[in-house]
């Protein structure tokens, strides 16, 4: 399963900032991110390890062999005397002796202990993948956010533009009628003071906008210098009931997933342990060569050479109760398990309740908000046109801009929270990485 998701990142597109200044759909913004980013290649490298380690040779079922040589030679002053009644007495005796062999040890029984350390291993690299994906999900989530919090800030300054137009308008209207003697230099100044208020903000925005598009750069970690652009609106999806959301958290968060594969880790240790209690049986074999040349002595020369099996048990009786401690330990931390997953269940279960709470009110605002800026927009385009006409003046334009202005950023804080609260739902149920 990591191996064909590692897969489907490697074929993501290479060229997504083809052009500068191009716009970036949020599907391609985080398919290049999932390729570059660097804490999720940790985290594939991560797991890469895991699935390397999750062998039968580590898990201890294979055999160990080994080839030993060893020679030395010798030159002694040899004096011996023997029961027959000769003897030898010699200087500057030469000697030497030369082994090799290669040696075999293979253990068919060790309490179990390979099996349980097998399991442990194969644990671990799901574990790994569990990682993987949590990695997978924040990164997502980040890039989410920001993403729409470009969005929201592209919306904001296209609220200001608009507002900016008006008061453009209000300029023109102002100086026409200064001309034809019906104004008067209040309504002017005043005018162009809004004009400017509000393009010192739009330049805070565009600001905000660029520190945006700069972290968002960074997470997906593609060059600095690159200019570009996203879609304009925002995109929600469908949240379904607080009993479904229940269900699929506790199916498929993948904290969730992480914790209880931790109770079963601990398990296998347990095991592991236990089998420190059951006797090891191990096969022996070797295939020897040994050569011994003495130049004085009884035997002058001494050659082997074959093959040598045998069978060998062991069987630990006391240990200073090492194995009955480390016992205790493991049962403990076998309950600790169990309690970070209990804990870690219901942690996210109050997030959901609260997440779906906030994404029940974050829908109502947009919906309302949605409606408000129907009626801000009527009534700023009917006072401009009044004002057009010689029919307003500058207080009521002026009220009818700053509900104007309300609107646009109720609206917009509202779609970005609704995102945000959907998003966190997305997460919880394992569906964001989908």
Do not use: C
């Not at 985080?30 to 999750?54: C, W």
């Not at 990164?139 to 920001?146: A, Q, R």
């Not at 003071?193 to 905000?208: E, G, H, P, V």
């Not at 295939?287 to 009884?298: C, D, H, I, V």
């Amino acid at each position: 399963m990591l191996k064909k998701m590692f897969f489907i990142l490697f074929l993501m597109p290479f060229s997504v900032f083809a052009q500068n200044g191009e716009i970036i759909s949020y599907r391609e913004m985080v398919e290049l991110t999932l390729k570059n980013n660097f804490d999720l290649l940790v985290a594939k490298n991560n797991a890469t390890i895991s699935i390397m380690q999750n062998n039968y040779g580590n898990a201890g079922f294979l055999p160990k062999m080994d080839i030993v040589a060893s020679g030395n030679i010798a030159n002694n002053n040899t004096h011996q005397e023997f029961s027959s009644g000769t003897g030898v007495d010699k200087n500057n005796v030469h000697s030497n002796n030369l082994s090799t062999g290669a040696y075999l040890a293979w253990t068919i029984f060790d309490g179990f202990k390979m099996f349980a350390t097998k399991e442990r291993l194969n644990l671990l690299e799901q574990q790994g993948e569990l990682n993987f994906k949590i990695q997978l999900e924040n990164t997502i989530e980040n890039v989410t956010l920001l993403y729409y919090q470009i969005v929201k800030q592209n919306q904001l300054i296209k609220g200001i533009q608009a507002s900016m137009a008006v008061s453009d308008e209000r300029i023109k209207v102002a100086e026409t009628r200064i001309k034809v003697g019906s104004g008067s230099n209040v309504e002017l100044l005043q005018a162009k003071l809004d004009f400017n208020a509000q393009k010192s903000n739009l330049i805070s925005q565009r600001n905000t906008l660029n520190e945006y598009k700069s972290q968002l750069l960074v997470l997906a970690k593609a060059e600095s210098s690159i200019r570009f652009s996203v879609d304009s609106s925002f995109v929600f999806d469908d949240i379904q009931s607080m009993e479904s959301i229940k269900e699929k958290i506790d199916r498929d968060n993948n904290s969730i997933l992480f914790a209880r594969k931790n109770i079963l880790v601990s398990k296998q240790n347990i095991k592991i342990i236990k089998s420190q209690t059951l006797p090891t049986v191990t096969i022996n074999s070797n295939y020897l060569f040994g050569r011994s040349e003495n130049g004085a002595g009884l035997i002058l020369l001494n050659r082997n050479l074959g093959f040598n099996a045998g069978l060998s048990a062991s069987w630990n009786i006391f240990n200073g109760s090492l194995t009955r401690t480390q016992l205790k330990v493991a049962s403990i931390q076998l309950q600790n398990s169990s309690l970070n997953e209990t804990y870690t269940k219901l942690h996210l279960f109050s997030n959901a309740d609260m997440a779906f709470m906030r994404w029940q009110g974050d829908k109502e605002l947009v919906d309302l908000e949605e409606e408000n800026i129907k009626l801000a927009d009527q009534s700023l385009h009917i006072t401009t046109e009044r004002l057009k006409l010689g029919l307003g003046n500058y207080l009521e334009i002026k009220e009818s801009q700053n509900s104007y202005e309300a609107a646009v950023t109720r609206l917009v804080n509202a779609r970005y929270n609704l995102k945000v609260s959907e998003t966190t739902l997305k997460k919880l149920t394992g569906e964001l990485v989908k």
